[in-house]
Each structure stands twice: as structure tokens, then as C-alpha cells.
């Protein structure tokens, strides 16, 4: 399903219907549709917007650790390279194959905030 979910978001976001503040309404009626259409399940408003929160969760942590000191990217192996192990997430990013990294950054790219940058209420 998720590979389906991004299809559809990176489609969403060619047309054109992505803002500043995120996708737009009908941006999930339409990936509603399609996902249910190719995987043959229902989904609702809600199961979108909960996977893609996770999604998004996952981009930034992963910007982070690509940010941080002693971690790169292999786009060939499509995979994060720990260099260094003292960081807490080395062991568990290690060998982990990211196969969406690049629609990701496309989906989500413009508009997360790094973490040390981001502001806190």
C-alpha cells in the first residue's frame, strides 16, 4: 500500500495540488480513489492522513541523520551509510534500504522544518 501511497502523492504534487501548509482536500480524494482502486481495499480520509503523517516522520528523520556527522546516502544502493557507530541510530539504520527516498523528498521536501531549526509551542 505505501508504495501505492506515494505513487499517488507524487502525482498529486505534479498537478499541482500541494501548498505551503500541505496537500490540498482533494489531493486525498483522489489518492483515496486510486488506492483503492489498485489495492483493492477501502480507505478513509483518516488511514491517509495517518500514513502520511508517518511518512513524513520518517523523511525528517532521516534528513536529520543524513545531516548529521559521519552519515551520507549511497543512491545506488538506494541505503544510509553510518560511517561512524557512536550515534544511537547507527545500528539500526545500518544496511536499511530506503527504496523511496527520492519520492519522499519530492513529496515532502519544501516543507519540513529541520528539527534544530523548528520551532516548539
Same mark, same amino acid.
Given at each position: ?7 499517488? *502523492? ?31 481495499? *477501502? ?8 500514513? *502520511? ?12 541523520? *543524513? ?55
Amino acid at each position: 500500500m505505501d508504495n501505492s501511497l506515494v505513487d499517488a *502523492l507524487v502525482e498529486q504534487v505534479n498537478l499541482g495540488l500541494k501548498s505551503d501548509n500541505g496537500f490540498k482536500p482533494k489531493t486525498y480524494k483522489a489518492t483515496i480513489r486510486e488506492i483503492n482502486e489498485t489495492c483493492g481495499i *477501502l480507505l478513509e480520509n483518516r488511514h491517509i492522513s495517518n500514513r *502520511l503523517r508517518t511518512l513524513k516522520r520518517l523523511y525528517i528523520s532521516i534528513k536529520d541523520l *543524513l545531516s548529521a556527522s559521519g552519515f551520507g546516502w549511497d543512491s545506488d544502493k538506494k541505503m544510509i551509510v553510518a560511517t561512524d557507530d557512536s550515534h544511537p541510530y547507527a545500528e539500526r539504520v545500518r544496511g536499511k534500504h530506503i527504496d523511496r527516498w527520492d519520492d519522499l523528498a519530492f513529496i515532502f521536501g519544501n516543507d519540513c522544518a529541520h528539527r534544530s531549526f523548528a520551532s516548539t509551542a
